[in-house]
Structures are given as structure tokens and as C-alpha cells.
């Protein structure tokens, strides 16, 4: 599930959850949503030896712009 042109702006709020559910059978589900709203996921595999760990980034499109992070377990 793809929302098309999902763009971000100063105030909106960028989720990222990992879901942890189907982690017995070597997979976990990463969703993403804007202002609540999910825009997309993907289950990834977490057992596949050719995959490194998940880590967190943020990309940017242009110089100076910041980012307030918070995150939880």
C-alpha cells in the first residue's frame, strides 16, 4: 500500500512503527504514516543473513531544515 506523493511539512508528524508480531517467523512489519494516516508498509525480513539490523534515518530534500526526533520502545 503506496500513497502517492506524501510530502511533509513544518508541524506534520512522521511515524515510523516496527512491528514486532510476526518476529517468530523471521519477519517484522514496518509502517509508516503522516499526521497519523498510514502511507505505507512493508514486512521485512530480520533472519536473512545477507540483511544488516534496522536502523532509523531521515532524508532530507534541502540544506537547514530540522527535525525534532522522539523515540520510544
Known amino acids: ?4 506523493d506524501a510530502m511533509a511539512y513544518r508541524g506534520d508528524l512522521i511515524g515510523c512503527t516496527v512491528k514486532f508480531d510476526l518476529a517468530a517467523e523471521g519477519k517484522v512489519l514496518v509502517v509508516f504514516s503522516l499526521n497519523g494516516k498510514q502511507i505505507t508498509q512493508e514486512e521485512i525480513s530480520i533472519h536473512n543473513p545477507d540483511r544488516k539490523p534496522l536502523y532509523p534515518y531521515i532524508g ?8 525534532l526526533v522522539k523515540v520510544g520502545v
Open 60 to 67: 532530507m530534500a534541502h540544506k537547514g531544515i530540522r527535525v
Open 1 to 4: 500500500m503506496y500513497v502517492l
